[in-house]
């Protein structure tokens, strides 16, 4: 079975920053990998994905991740942080055997803006 | 813009009531699947579906059961509600492509009492 770990419960950042969440994956093959936000009080909002190919990969609101094999990992990345990317982000795997379409999800990391 | 819809953002019930939690999406999609949301838990997956009248337990199934009569809708019920229970709720959908991409619903907060 799938697992994720996201290693920070809560990161602070000033405004225009870099930032990077941390997320460890274990699967017995190249899973699928997500990244989905959720802003207070709403459903989550997927922000990026991989299937394969190029292992860093674009999203939206100025997002991106890397997929590292060797080291388990999809961390995200924005070069510049906004007020607006406070919320909380949830890193996901997915097995890619047919018939085993559901996602497991990690634990969270809460993300605060600060001017 | 696939939508899912769920009916109630807000409930309370007591111990001990029945309780429905509703939810529809628009795009004709196969799979769907019911979750809760925990701080410091994440979200943990209590059941899915395929298909019509098709259902999956996923990790914490207990207390909890499914219907889907609809391609369309997918509830979960509570058949006698506890504290324990109290909770945001999550639907979401996907297309039976194999890819995982889950389209959520804005979510259902339950509160027992």
């Known amino acids: 079975a799938q697992s994720v770990t996201q290693p920070d419960i809560h990161i602070t950042v000033s405004e225009g920053a870099s930032l990077e969440l941390r997320c460890n994956y274990s699967?017995?093959?190249?899973?699928?990998l997500f990244w989905y936000v959720q802003s207070p009080g709403q459903g989550l909002q997927l922000l990026l994905k991989y299937f394969s190919g190029d292992t860093l990969v674009q999203g939206i609101k100025g997002f991106e991740a890397e997929f590292k094999r060797s080291q388990s990992s999809f961390n995200l990345r924005k070069p510049s942080v906004h007020w607006s990317d406070a919320a909380e982000y949830f890193c996901?795997?997915?097995?890619?055997?047919?018939?085993?379409?559901?996602?497991?999800f990690g634990t969270g990391t809460r993300l605060t803006i600060i001017p | 813009d696939v939508k899912v819809t769920q009916s109630s953002r807000y409930l309370v019930k007591r111990t001990g009531e029945k309780v429905f939690l509703e939810c529809v999406q628009d795009m004709d999609h196969e799979n769907m699947f019911w979750y809760r949301q925990d701080p410091g838990l994440g979200l943990r997956l209590i059941y899915f579906?395929?298909?019509?009248?098709?259902?999956e337990k996923g990790d914490i199934p207990e207390g909890y059961s499914v219907s889907r009569e609809k391609k369309e809708r997918f509830s979960l019920i509570l058949e006698s509600a506890s504290t324990n229970q109290t909770s945001m709720y999550l639907c979401?959908?996907?297309?039976?492509?194999?890819?995982?991409?889950?389209?959520f619903g804005a979510g259902s907060r339950l509160t027992v009492l």
């Open positions: 699967y017995g093959a190249t899973p699928y």
């Open positions: 979401a959908s996907s297309l039976d492509s194999g890819a995982n991409v889950l389209t």
């Open positions: 579906s395929y298909d019509v009248k098709m259902k």
């Open positions: 996901a795997v997915g097995a890619t055997n047919f018939g085993n379409e559901k996602l497991t």
